[in-house]
T-cell receptor
Framework: DAEITQSPRHKITETGRQVTLACHQT?????MFWYRQDLGHGLRLIHYSYGVQDTNKGEVSDGYSVSRSNTEDLPLTLESAASSQTSVYFCASSESGGINEQFFGPGTRLTVL | KQEVTQIPAALSVPEGENLVLNCSFTDSAIYNLQWFRQDPGKGLTSLLLIQSSQREQTSGRLNASLDKSSGRSTLYIAASQPGDSATYLCAVFSGGYNKLIFGAGTRLAVHP
């Protein structure tokens, strides 16, 4: 069955370190998204991609970057982790060619000390 | 700026009740609307996607309606079960192609 996987599921890091969160989908979807979920803010869009070599900034993109070198993967990099980036991160994907249902991964809980 | 509100924030009901979860949005110029379920510590599970041209969508015991002109959607759960206990999230596609704007969710507890 097609799925989205995220790794690691839990990570603890220190302020100032670079961190990369992995997202891999086997749906063969062109659209991929990264969200963060925080109490009091709900889910907010960080970055998104509509295909290979395409990346776009979302609502809360400062301090984050993504790259899309193939259809299956969209890694999220925190260039210099800050305590404000402690959150749960979700990756999602959807088909292209319209406004289509988004499917989410299990999430990564990141703690920045 | 699009804002999505879900009422109530929390709901506790006995098993077997029919219940309605509400979602409202400030800008009626949405594309589609998607309802999700989230279990504690887990990811989001898609329940229903309502196209902007549709007024409702059904899946099993779930029925979601959409009224774009009034900026509202409702999720109806028939004959609730303890396994329905979760947080239900409403999200609208707005402000850009395929961008989802989420509400804060309704936390549902169904007790035996």
């Amino acid at each position: 069955d097609a799925e989205i996987t995220q790794s690691p599921r839990h990570k603890i890091t220190e302020t100032g370190r670079q961190v990369t969160l992995a997202c891999h989908q086997t749906w063969n979807h062109n659209n991929m998204f990264w969200y963060r979920q925080d109490l009091g803010h709900g889910l907010r869009l960080i970055h998104y991609s509509y295909g290979v070599q395409d990346t776009n900034k979302g609502e809360v993109s400062d301090g984050y970057s993504v790259s899309r070198s193939n259809t299956e993967d969209l890694p999220l990099t925190l260039e210099s982790a800050a305590s404000s980036q402690t959150s749960v991160y979700f990756c999602a994907s959807s088909e292209s060619g319209g406004i289509n249902e988004q499917f989410f991964g299990p999430g990564t809980r990141l703690t920045v000390l | 700026k699009q804002e999505v509100t879900q009422i109530p924030a929390a709901l506790s009901v006995p098993e077997g009740e029919n219940l309605v979860l509400n979602c409202s949005f400030t800008d009626s110029a949405i594309y589609n609307l998607q309802w999700f379920r989230q279990d504690p510590g887990k990811g989001l599970t898609s329940l229903l996607l309502i196209q902007s041209s549709q007024r409702e969508q059904t899946s099993g015991r779930l029925n979601a309606s959409l009224d774009k002109s009034s900026g509202r959607s409702t999720l109806y759960i028939a004959a609730s079960q303890p396994g329905d206990s979760a947080t239900y999230l409403c999200a609208v596609f707005s402000g850009g192609y395929n961008k989802l704007i989420f509400g804060a969710g309704t936390r549902l507890a169904v007790h035996p």
